[in-house]
C-alpha cells in the first residue's frame, strides 16, 4: 500500500535538509527520500571545513564520490564530482557560507553579456540570510567585505582566527590598500564543518512527524490526468519499485539531478518533461568558472585551516577592469596538490576534455627567484560568474542517460582576475606560481556549484518556478534545490540556497495553515512513518 504524508522532500542537503528542518515543528508529516545513505563517521570524514584540494578532507570527497555515469555533449561518458549522502554536497564542502553581493540580484554587465536580475532584491532577501547564518552557526565579521550588504545582525559567533599564514597575508594586503577579510564560515564548537547532515536532517529523527528513507532514489513524479498536480513519487528503493503520495511534493535533488527528475517524468500532458511549458527545465546550468591557483611562500607554512581569507577587491572589476571578475580564496595548504597535479599533468588526456589553462605553467619560482628558496604552497581559489546561456543544460536521452552540455562563460575575467592575484600577491612575501589542471574530464563534471536549472521568475513564458519556488504549472510541486538560481553570481552558493529554502518553508507552513514553530502532534496516524524511519535508520547503520 502505497504511504500517505503532507509533504515530500526529495534530497537531504543544502535545499531540502534545511526546508525539512524549518517544517518539521508544523507537526505535518513528512517523508524525506535520499537516494545515498549517511557518510560513515571515520577520521577525515568530519574535519574542519578546509580547502576543497590537497587536505585529509579531499580524500574523503574522492572515496565517496558516487560512482555513476553521465554524458558530456559528445556522448562521451565521465565520472561527475558528485555525492550521495543525507546532507548532500554539504557532507564535503568547505563551508564557506558567503552572502551574495546586493549588485548579484540586479541585472549586471559582465565581459561576456549580461547576468540577469533576480526578481527580487537583496534587502528583500537579507532576513533570510540572517536565519540561515543562524541555523548554519556561521563565524564571520561584517563590515570587512568592501561589497557586502547590509545586515541587520551581527554574526553571533565571531570570525575563525586566520592562522598565522593567513594573518600574515592579511596584514601585508591591508597594508598595501586591499581590503581582505574573513570569510564567513558555517563551524561547529568542535571545530567540524556545520553541513546539512549534522545541523538540519539529524536532530529531526526522533520526531515522530518525521521520516528519512535513505538509499531511496526517485526516479519520476507521476501526475493526475490534467497534469496540474503530482500524485505520486516514483522511487526505485534498494532494487524495489515504490510510490510515495503527499499533498506536497518538494524536489531538492540538487540542479542537475532534479532537472533530470523532472525530464523524466514527461507524461501526456507534459510531453516536453514535468512543469517544463517554458522550455526552461535543465537550461541555463552554471557552475562557475574556478581555477585553484598554487602559490609558494618561503616561510613553512604548516598545513591548517586557512581557509578564513578572502578577497573581494576584484568582484566588481576595481583596478584591473571595469567589468566583475570574481572572488579570491585562500585554500588550505597545497604541497600535496601540486605533486599530484603534477602527475596528473605527466598522464596523457584526451585534449578535447583539458579546459586551456589561463596561463601557460611557469619555470618553479624557486629556481628563478632566490626569495623563495625553501618554499612552501598554498593555494588559493578564483570564481568568476558563469552566466546563464540556455544552451548550457542538462538533458536526458532517449536511453534516460543524463547528458550535460556546458560550455563556460568568463574565461577573460577569470584571466584578469589572475592578474589582478599576481599583482596583489607582489606586494606580499607569496608568488603565484600555477594553475593546478583538472585534466581528463569536461570542466563541468568536476563543479561543486551546479545551479540554475529550474530558474525562478514572475513570467511562466521564461522561468520553470514562481517566485515562491512553486512549478508554474503545477499546483503542488515546489523546487528548492539549488536549480532556482537566475544567475550564480561569484561566491559559494550553499548559504542563498539554504536561506532560500527557509523562506519558502515559511511559505509552505503558511500554506498548510500552520506556523513553522507550531509544536509537532505526536498522534498514533503517525506509526507508519515510525516504522518507516525505523526501517531506514536500521538499514543505514546511523548514529545519533
Ligand atoms: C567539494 C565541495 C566543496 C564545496 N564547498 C562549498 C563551500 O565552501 N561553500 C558553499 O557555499 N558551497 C560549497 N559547495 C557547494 C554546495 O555544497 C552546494 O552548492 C549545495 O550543497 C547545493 O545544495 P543543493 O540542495 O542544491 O544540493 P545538495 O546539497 O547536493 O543536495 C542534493 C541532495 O539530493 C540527493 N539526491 C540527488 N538525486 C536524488 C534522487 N534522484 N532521489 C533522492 N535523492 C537525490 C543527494 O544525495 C543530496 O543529498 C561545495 C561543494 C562541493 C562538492
Not at 545582525?153 to 596584514?171: F, G, I
Amino acid at each position: 500500500m502505497a504511504e500517505e504524508f503532507d509533504i515530500i522532500i526529495v534530497g537531504s542537503g543544502a535545499g531540502g535538509g534545511t526546508l525539512a528542518h524549518t517544517l518539521a515543528r508544523t507537526g505535518k508529516r513528512i517523508l524525506i527520500l535520499e537516494r545515498g545513505g549517511f557518510l560513515p563517521a571515520e577520521p577525515g570524514s568530519r574535519d574542519r571545513p578546509q580547502g576543497t584540494q590537497g587536505n585529509s578532507c579531499d580524500k574523503y570527497q574522492d572515496r565517496y564520490l558516487s560512482q555513476e555515469t553521465w554524458y558530456d555533449a559528445h556522448g562521451r561518458p565521465f565520472q561527475p564530482d558528485t555525492h550521495y549522502f543525507v546532507g548532500g554536497a554539504t557532507k564535503v564542502y568547505g563551508a564557506a557560507l558567503c552572502r551574495l553581493r546586493p549588485m548579484d540580484f540586479a541585472r549586471i554587465e559582465h565581459i561576456d553579456g549580461m547576468s540577469p536580475a533576480w526578481p527580487f532584491s537583496y534587502s528583500d532577501f537579507e532576513s533570510w540570510y540572517d536565519r540561515a547564518e543562524w541555523l548554519y552557526q556561521v563565524h564571520g565579521q561584517h563590515g570587512e567585505d568592501p561589497t557586502e550588504g547590509s545586515w541587520s545582525q551581527e554574526y553571533r559567533w565571531p570570525p575563525v582566527t586566520h592562522e598565522p599564514l593567513a594573518q600574515q597575508l592579511a596584514d601585508e594586503l591591508t597594508l598595501a590598500g586591499y581590503q581582505p577579510f574573513h570569510t564567513p564560515t558555517g563551524v561547529l564548537l568542535d571545530e567540524s564543518r556545520a553541513d546539512a547532515d549534522v545541523v538540519a536532517v539529524r536532530p529531526l529523527l526522533n520526531l515522530l512527524n518525521v521520516t528519512l528513507l535513505v538509499g531511496a532514489e526517485v526516479t519520476r513524479l507521476q501526475t493526475d490526468a490534467r497534469g496540474r498536480s503530482v500524485t505520486g513519487v516514483v522511487v526505485n528503493h534498494a532494487g524495489t519499485r515504490e510510490v510515495y503520495r503527499a499533498d506536497i511534493v518538494v524536489l531538492a535533488a540538487g540542479a542537475v539531478n532534479s532537472a533530470r527528475i523532472l525530464l523524466s517524468s514527461a507524461c501526456d500532458s507534459h510531453s516536453g518533461g514535468l512543469a517544463n511549458g517554458s522550455g526552461q527545465v535543465g537550461r541555463n546550468l552554471m557552475c562557475h568558472n574556478q581555477s585553484d591557483v598554487i602559490a609558494v611562500v618561503r616561510e613553512l607554512a604548516g598545513a591548517g585551516f586557512q581557509q578564513t581569507l578572502g578577497v573581494n577587491d576584484f568582484y566588481l572589476g576595481g583596478r584591473q577592469a571595469r567589468w566583475p571578475l570574481g572572488s579570491i580564496q585562500l585554500l588550505g595548504d597545497q604541497q600535496e596538490a601540486r605533486q599530484e597535479a603534477r602527475q596528473e599533468a605527466r598522464q596523457e588526456v584526451t585534449s578535447d576534455h583539458v579546459r586551456p589553462a589561463i596561463v601557460p605553467r611557469q619555470r618553479d619560482p624557486r629556481q628563478r627567484d632566490p626569495r623563495h628558496g625553501a618554499g612552501r604552497a598554498v593555494g588559493f581559489r578564483l570564481t568568476t560568474e558563469d552566466l546563464p546561456r540556455p544552451a548550457n543544460r542538462v538533458s536526458v536521452d532517449g536511453q534516460g542517460r543524463l547528458r550535460l552540455t556546458h560550455v563556460p562563460t568568463g574565461d577573460a575575467a577569470a584571466r584578469l582576475l589572475y592578474r589582478s592575484l599576481r599583482a596583489m600577491l607582489s606586494g606580499t612575501r607569496m608568488i603565484a606560481h600555477e594553475i593546478l589542471g583538472r585534466p581528463g574530464k569536461p570542466p563541468a563534471a568536476h563543479s561543486a556549484d551546479y545551479a540554475g536549472t529550474c530558474r525562478l521568475g514572475a513570467d511562466p513564458a521564461t522561468s520553470v518556478l514562481d517566485l515562491n519556488c512553486q512549478a508554474h504549472e503545477l499546483d503542488n510541486l515546489y523546487v528548492v534545490d539549488a536549480s532556482f538560481f537566475p544567475s550564480v553570481g561569484a561566491v559559494s552558493p550553499a548559504l542563498t540556497v539554504m536561506a532560500n529554502a527557509i523562506r519558502v518553508g515559511e511559505h509552505l507552513a503558511a500554506r498548510l495553515g500552520c506556523r513553522p514553530s507550531q509544536s509537532q502532534s505526536q498522534s498514533q496516524s503517525q506509526s507508519q512513518s515510525t516504522q518507516l524511519r525505523r526501517q531506514a535508520l536500521r538499514a543505514a547503520g546511523a548514529t545519533g
